[in-house]
């Protein structure tokens, strides 16, 4: 199977190797956890904490230790998320590069429409064997924080990538 075609899965993330690859860069640039939580603004507990959480792992916090390390999120999925950032391209101040929850409603309530489906449907698609459901992809639309696990996943759906509903924010 072409891994760089295929739909990334949400089981396919892998949080140790991001930690891993965050922690090897950390070691190589000298910098205590302290330090790369100072310059990340993500708690060293976070990070630290993130292969123990099976769902809930937010999005933007992953997206700032990916590109820290010059490498997309789906890279920690088996997947191509295009071309990586350079390493240690995390932001220190504003503007902030964050995901954009509600690009991706749109993006979905596009294709959507275009396929001719139900909101049940795309949900029964996107999210075969759960947790999340329509009532999650509706939500989207407000906007807001999104887990990685699911943005993977209608990432995957759609064909399209984290970095292309990411947009700069000073906050």
């Not at 949900?123 to 999104?146: D, H, I, N, Y």
Request: proline share 6%; hydrophobic share 35%.
């Amino acid at each position: 199977m072409n891994r760089q075609s295929a739909a990334v899965m949400p089981s396919d993330f892998d949080p140790q190797a991001l930690l891993d690859a965050v922690d090897a860069q950390r070691r190589e640039r000298g910098l205590t956890w302290a330090d790369l939580s100072s310059q990340l603004h993500i708690s060293t507990t976070t990070i630290r904490g993130m292969p123990k959480r099976r769902w809930g792992i937010e999005l933007d916090g992953v997206i700032g230790l990916a590109h820290w390390c010059g490498r997309t999120v789906e890279s920690f999925a088996g997947a191509d998320g295009g071309p990586p950032p350079g390493p240690g391209s995390q932001r220190k101040r504003p503007p902030f590069l964050r995901f954009n929850t509600a690009g991706l409603h749109a993006a979905v309530d596009e294709e959507r429409a275009r396929r001719g489906m139900t909101w049940k449907q795309v949900a029964t698609q996107v999210f075969p064997s759960g947790p999340w459901g329509e009532a999650q992809l509706r939500q989207m639309a407000k906007g807001g924080r999104s887990d990685v696990y699911k943005a993977l996943a209608i990432c995957g759906w759609l064909g399209r990538t984290i970095q292309s509903f990411m947009h700069e924010t000073f906050f």
